[in-house]
Nanobody
Protein backbone atom coordinates (compact mmCIF):
# COMPACT_ATOMS: atom_id res chain seq x y z
CA UNK A 1 0.00 0.00 0.00
CA UNK A 2 1.35 3.39 -1.01
CA UNK A 3 1.73 5.92 1.77
CA UNK A 4 3.07 9.46 1.97
CA UNK A 5 3.68 10.64 5.51
CA UNK A 6 4.51 14.27 6.23
CA UNK A 7 6.25 15.42 9.39
CA UNK A 8 7.98 18.48 10.81
CA UNK A 9 5.09 20.87 11.21
CA UNK A 10 4.49 22.90 14.33
CA UNK A 11 3.82 26.26 15.94
CA UNK A 12 6.52 28.87 15.38
CA UNK A 13 6.92 32.64 15.47
CA UNK A 14 7.29 34.88 12.46
CA UNK A 15 10.86 34.80 11.20
CA UNK A 16 11.51 31.25 12.40
CA UNK A 17 12.32 28.22 10.27
CA UNK A 18 10.87 24.74 9.86
CA UNK A 19 11.85 21.72 7.81
CA UNK A 20 9.10 19.47 6.56
CA UNK A 21 9.69 15.91 5.39
CA UNK A 22 7.54 13.61 3.28
CA UNK A 23 8.46 9.94 3.43
CA UNK A 24 7.04 7.57 0.85
CA UNK A 25 6.51 3.89 1.49
CA UNK A 26 5.03 1.06 -0.51
CA UNK A 27 6.75 2.07 -3.71
CA UNK A 28 9.45 4.36 -4.96
CA UNK A 29 8.65 7.66 -6.65
CA UNK A 30 12.12 8.31 -7.99
CA UNK A 31 10.69 8.42 -11.54
CA UNK A 32 8.01 10.99 -10.72
CA UNK A 33 8.03 14.70 -10.03
CA UNK A 34 6.79 15.72 -6.59
CA UNK A 35 5.45 18.84 -4.95
CA UNK A 36 4.27 20.55 -1.81
CA UNK A 37 0.89 22.24 -1.51
CA UNK A 38 -0.73 24.03 1.42
CA UNK A 39 -4.24 24.87 2.49
CA UNK A 40 -5.27 27.60 4.90
CA UNK A 41 -8.66 27.55 6.64
CA UNK A 42 -11.41 28.62 4.27
CA UNK A 43 -9.08 28.73 1.28
CA UNK A 44 -8.36 26.45 -1.63
CA UNK A 45 -5.31 24.23 -1.71
CA UNK A 46 -2.44 26.17 -3.26
CA UNK A 47 0.82 25.20 -4.88
CA UNK A 48 4.02 25.86 -2.94
CA UNK A 49 6.94 24.11 -4.67
CA UNK A 50 7.76 21.29 -7.06
CA UNK A 51 10.84 19.23 -7.80
CA UNK A 52 11.90 17.12 -10.76
CA UNK A 53 12.61 13.41 -10.68
CA UNK A 54 16.34 13.95 -10.26
CA UNK A 55 16.07 16.96 -7.99
CA UNK A 56 17.93 19.13 -10.47
CA UNK A 57 14.86 21.16 -11.34
CA UNK A 58 12.72 23.14 -8.91
CA UNK A 59 9.81 25.55 -9.21
CA UNK A 60 8.27 27.80 -6.55
CA UNK A 61 5.20 29.89 -5.99
CA UNK A 62 6.06 33.58 -6.02
CA UNK A 63 4.93 33.91 -2.41
CA UNK A 64 7.67 31.55 -1.14
CA UNK A 65 10.45 32.15 -3.66
CA UNK A 66 13.72 32.96 -1.90
CA UNK A 67 12.45 31.69 1.46
CA UNK A 68 11.56 28.02 0.83
CA UNK A 69 13.72 25.27 -0.64
CA UNK A 70 12.44 21.92 -1.90
CA UNK A 71 14.80 18.94 -2.13
CA UNK A 72 14.64 15.17 -2.34
CA UNK A 73 16.67 12.17 -1.26
CA UNK A 74 16.11 9.27 -3.62
CA UNK A 75 17.80 6.75 -1.37
CA UNK A 76 15.40 7.62 1.44
CA UNK A 77 12.39 8.10 -0.86
CA UNK A 78 11.83 11.40 0.92
CA UNK A 79 11.07 14.96 -0.14
CA UNK A 80 11.85 17.95 2.06
CA UNK A 81 10.67 21.53 2.32
CA UNK A 82 13.00 23.90 4.14
CA UNK A 83 11.01 26.97 5.17
CA UNK A 84 12.86 30.07 6.34
CA UNK A 85 11.70 33.51 7.40
CA UNK A 86 8.21 32.21 8.00
CA UNK A 87 5.29 34.62 7.92
CA UNK A 88 1.77 34.35 9.39
CA UNK A 89 0.46 33.98 5.81
CA UNK A 90 2.40 30.70 5.59
CA UNK A 91 0.01 29.15 8.10
CA UNK A 92 -1.86 26.11 6.85
CA UNK A 93 -1.81 22.36 6.39
CA UNK A 94 1.07 21.32 4.17
CA UNK A 95 0.68 18.33 1.86
CA UNK A 96 3.16 16.50 -0.29
CA UNK A 97 2.01 15.04 -3.57
CA UNK A 98 3.25 12.88 -6.43
CA UNK A 99 2.82 14.12 -9.98
CA UNK A 100 1.03 11.85 -12.43
CA UNK A 101 3.73 12.67 -14.95
CA UNK A 102 7.48 12.94 -15.19
CA UNK A 103 7.19 16.69 -15.85
CA UNK A 104 7.63 18.88 -12.78
CA UNK A 105 6.14 22.24 -11.99
CA UNK A 106 2.43 21.61 -12.29
CA UNK A 107 0.64 24.10 -10.04
CA UNK A 108 -2.84 22.62 -9.80
CA UNK A 109 -3.91 19.59 -7.72
CA UNK A 110 -5.44 17.57 -10.57
CA UNK A 111 -1.95 16.76 -11.84
CA UNK A 112 -1.18 14.79 -8.67
CA UNK A 113 -2.44 11.32 -7.84
CA UNK A 114 -0.91 10.48 -4.46
CA UNK A 115 -1.23 12.73 -1.43
CA UNK A 116 -0.09 12.66 2.15
CA UNK A 117 -2.36 13.34 5.13
CA UNK A 118 -0.82 16.75 5.78
CA UNK A 119 1.10 18.43 8.57
CA UNK A 120 -0.01 21.62 10.31
CA UNK A 121 2.19 24.71 10.21
CA UNK A 122 1.14 27.67 12.33
CA UNK A 123 3.10 30.91 12.28
CA UNK A 124 2.27 33.47 14.95
CA UNK A 125 2.97 37.18 14.55
Amino acid sequence: QVQLVESGGGLVQAGDSLRLACAASGRTFSNRAMAWFRQAPGKEREFVAAISRTGAGTHYADSVKGRFTISRDGAKNTVYLQMNTLKPDDTGVYYCAVDRTVIFGHETPEWYDFWGQGTQVTVSS
